[in-house]
């Protein structure tokens, strides 16, 4: 393949893109999905010659690359959003050019360096000591992951596996429950902990249930909090959980894979007051740091826990082995070949600033909170979970309906606003109750971006109202 033809077809993608993102405010945030397009796919047979590059990235950008929901969208309020920034896909690019292994510092000695840099700025800015260290990995689900099987090395004995218990609340992210299965627990041996009104993990109820598994011979062994629910933003009571795992012996790990780049912001950064007193901290950068997939870190207080349950010494790698200054990243994880993931965040932190990152934060916070007092003034329509970290839950109730009516109402507001093209909005259950949920973490998202999507709302009402008559 003539690698000039490659370069222009790349050229070619990025004046594509460009238009693309330039007009990505007049886009549906949820495209109408193609089940054609699926169906050509699956018609393309693998080539047995070689076929023309700008063909195959053409078919590319008709059958993929439009085919799919733009998280990147400012006025994708669905899930928890990724709102890219063209400065992380530009180190996305140099680093895929590159293709530099991050396992090991003799094999890409700058970008472990990085790495090293971006892990220390991180665990400062959580409160964590000098001893701390941490590394990037794939997302949320392998931070966890990474965190829970070092606290069970830490914790527990092999032959106490089989007793050990770990603490989840309601609102806790499913990931977690998926790591401590994936590391041999089960099902029984996660205990799931109510939450307060507010969605956080009630800390009484929390101590009851430590106490009654002690009595019962089982060993109690880590707490997972969480500061910035999915559903509604909640951040558990950091303290006090601190508090039960000192006096238990238990390790206690916050899941801040969404909410933990609140740390960037001066103004909110006593949100999340009490983290410093966690053993470890899942951080995902793929989300309100503006990076695209994959780009998450593990922080841990004492990193030396990380290289005690991941570091392996086979005699195919002993000529990469490091001293006191260099780090070997393959001995602080699961990956042996591993991305250099943390270069295209650098690239973003250096060129956009951290003033800029914590100045989007605190515009992200705000806007939701002003959507929430804006749709107070309008009748029936009800504040299930107020504004926490830029996430809000609430409904509209019409007159006479009952519960499930209510339910069905809502979830038809959430169809008729996805079909409009204008916004996305999704539903969630809380307390038994179908709400709709909004998530606007984007920096580019406007205040009239919400107030057009109160007034859309208002207007789907007014036409879903003949139903509940």
């Not at 030396?304 to 001995?331: G, R, V």
């Not at 943390?342 to 003033?355: R, V």
Request: one cysteine or more; proline letters at 4%.
């Amino acid at each position: 393949m003539n690698n000039e033809l490659i370069f222009e077809s790349i050229l070619n993608f990025v004046n594509y893109y460009n238009n693309f993102q330039n007009n990505i405010d007049s886009k549906k945030v949820f495209p109408d999905m193609n089940n054609d397009k699926i169906s050509k796919l699956k018609e393309i047979p693998f080539a047995s010659e070689s076929r023309d590059i700008n063909e195959v990235m053409q078919e590319m950008q008709n059958l993929v690359y439009s085919n799919q929901a733009y998280m990147q969208h400012p006025r994708c309020f669905a899930f928890i959003p990724s709102p890219v920034s063209l400065l992380s896909w530009a180190g996305e690019i140099m680093t895929s050019a590159f293709n530099p292994h991050g396992g090991s510092w003799l094999q890409s000695p700058s970008a472990s360096c990085i790495e090293s840099k971006i892990i220390e700025w991180m665990c400062k800015l959580a409160g964590y000591p000098d001893t701390s260290g941490g590394l990037f990995v794939s997302g949320g689900s392998m931070a966890n992951l990474t965190a829970l099987t070092t606290a069970r090395n830490v914790k527990l004995a092999e032959d106490e596996y089989p007793k050990g218990i770990a603490y989840v609340s309601d609102q806790t992210h499913s990931s977690v429950a998926k790591g401590l299965k994936i590391i041999g627990f089960r099902e029984d041996q996660i205990r799931k902990v109510p939450t307060n009104e507010n969605y956080q993990l009630d800390v009484d109820s929390l101590e009851t249930i430590i106490c009654e598994d002690k009595a019962k011979g089982f060993i109690p062994f880590a707490v997972i909090a969480t500061s910035g629910t999915t559903n509604t933003g909640s951040v558990d009571p950091l303290h006090s959980i601190a508090d039960i795992c000192d006096k238990y012996g238990l390790w206690f790990h916050v899941d801040g894979a969404y909410g933990a780049t609140v740390l960037v912001s001066d103004k909110y950064r006593h949100l999340l007051d009490g983290i410093s007193r966690s053993d470890s901290i899942s951080w995902d950068a793929h989300k309100w740091l503006l990076q695209t997939y994959s780009c998450s870190t593990i922080l841990i207080r004492e990193k030396n826990h990380l290289i005690s349950m991941f570091s392996t010494h086979p005699e195919y790698l002993k000529d990469a082995q490091t001293n006191n200054e260099q780090i070997n990243y393959w001995d602080f994880g699961p990956e042996l070949t591993r991305p250099a993931r943390s270069l295209k965040l650098w690239l973003t932190l250096q060129t956009l600033g951290i003033d800029n990152i914590s100045e989007g934060i605190e515009h992200s916070i705000q806007l939701v909170e002003y959507m929430e007092n804006e749709l107070k003034t309008y009748d029936n329509w009800e504040i299930i979970s107020s504004a926490h970290l830029a996430i809000l839950n609430f409904r509209y109730v019409p007159v006479n309906a009952n519960k499930q009516q209510v339910d069905e109402f809502n979830k038809a507001i959430s169809k008729a606003i996805l079909d409009s093209g204008y916004v996305g909005i999704l539903t969630t259950s809380l307390n038994g109750k179908t709400v709709l949920r909004v998530c606007s973490i984007n920096p580019e998202t406007t205040k009239e971006d919400i107030q057009n999507t109160i007034k859309l709302l208002v207007e789907i009402v007014k036409n879903l109202q003949n139903k509940y008559k």
